[in-house]
């Protein structure tokens, strides 16, 4: 009959297609994304502007309990700091160091400070600054600097990074 002639062709191609669509799919699902040469890691810190340190570092240690580490100044960066260990993260207790502290304009805006950044760790800080700046994401250093915890950082600029002072930090 001319029905089963004309659906004989089309079971032949619907069977085709199938096939093809099959293999397409399978050749997609093997394909793994292209490996990148570096990788965000987990959350190192978040960085908090004080206007009083030893007032906010005795919230923490006295009124929370927490455990905080000793006042760290960083002349090169402007500023002191003090840890504020967590279990699962730090936060940064930020205070001005200097004239040209960096804190002290965050804070002249926000007089009772407020979150000024958050730092994520990375493998690889080289590799990631490279393929940041390639993707026209404004580092503020020209070069990563070596940051409070010893190892190099580089901060991202807010305007890029959806609002956000991002510091990623070699692991």
Same mark, same amino acid.
């Given at each position: 009959?001319?029905?089963?002639? #004309?659906?004989?062709?089309?079971?032949?191609?619907?069977?085709?297609l199938v096939r093809a669509a099959t293999q397409s799919t399978r050749h997609l699902a093997s394909a793994s @994304?292209?490996a990148s040469v570096w990788s965000l890691g987990r959350l190192n810190h978040v960085a908090i502007a004080v @206007?009083?340190?030893?007032?906010?570092?005795?919230?923490?240690?006295?009124?929370?309990?927490?455990?905080?580490? @000793?006042?760290?100044?960083?002349?090169e960066h402007g500023v002191t700091t003090v840890f504020v260990e967590l279990s699962n993260t730090k936060l940064?207790?930020?205070?001005?160091?200097?004239?040209?502290? &960096?804190?002290?304009?965050?804070?002249?805006?926000?007089?009772?400070?407020?979150?000024?950044?958050?730092?994520?760790?990375?493998?690889?800080? #080289?590799?990631?600054?490279?393929?940041?700046?390639?993707?026209?994401?404004?580092?503020?250093? &020209?070069?990563?600097?070596?940051?409070?915890?010893?190892? @190099?950082?580089?901060?991202?600029?807010?305007?890029?990074?959806?609002?956000?002072?991002?510091?990623?930090?070699?692991?």
């Open positions: 009959s001319l029905l089963q002639e #004309t659906m004989l062709p089309l079971q032949t191609l619907s069977r085709s @994304p292209p @206007p009083d340190l030893e007032q906010a570092t005795a919230l923490y240690r006295d009124m929370l309990g927490a455990s905080v580490s @000793p006042q760290q100044d960083l002349p940064e207790l930020l205070h001005p160091l200097g004239e040209k502290s &960096p804190i002290a304009a965050f804070l002249a805006k926000n007089k009772t400070g407020g979150i000024h950044h958050i730092c994520i760790e990375v493998n690889d800080i #080289t590799a990631a600054v490279a393929d940041v700046k390639s993707k026209n994401i404004r580092c503020l250093s &020209p070069e990563p600097r070596i940051g409070a915890h010893g190892k @190099p950082v580089m901060f991202l600029h807010p305007k890029d990074c959806n609002g956000v002072l991002v510091e990623l930090e070699q692991e």
